[in-house]
């Protein structure tokens, strides 16, 4: 399956951002679908999963209450709604597919990677 990416670009602290990830060459319904984001200098880390039908969502703890994972299978595609942002959540955001369906929130869980997409908070 391919993944891309896209919604990223500059916004305001306290602004809204939305999250596109279309998948491709197989559909993603079967698919645990998730986000991960990599600031400069720091390791990749995990935001946000959906389950296999969407069931079960988990989130990072500095993104709880903030950030929204959904899916819409009819259409291929993962959406991370981003609310309330922070500069400190400037990073390139990268979405993850996996046949597991269940909840896995570490990079290495994740066999299908997409292109990130670079989000910009500003103070």
């Known amino acids: 399956v391919q993944l891309q990416a896209s919604g990223g670009g500059l916004v305001q602290a306290g602004g809204s951002l939305r999250l596109s990830c279309a998948a491709s060459?197989?559909?993603?319904?079967?698919?645990?679908l998730g986000w991960f984001r990599q600031a400069p200098g720091k390791e990749r880390e995990f935001v946000a999963v959906?389950?296999?039908?969407?069931?079960?969502?988990n989130y990072a703890d500095s993104v709880k209450g903030r950030f929204t994972i959904s899916r819409d299978d009819a259409k291929n595609t993962v959406y991370l709604q981003m609310n309330s942002l922070k500069p400190e959540d400037t990073a390139i955001y990268y979405c993850?597919?996996?046949?597991?369906?269940?909840?896995?929130?570490?990079?290495?869980?994740?066999?299908?990677w997409g292109r990130g997409t670079l989000v910009t908070v500003s103070s």
């Open positions: 959906i389950s296999r039908g969407g069931s079960s969502t």
């Open positions: 060459g197989r559909t993603s319904s079967s698919y645990t």
């Open positions: 993850a597919a996996d046949v597991a369906g269940w909840i896995i929130t570490r990079p290495s869980e994740y066999k299908y």
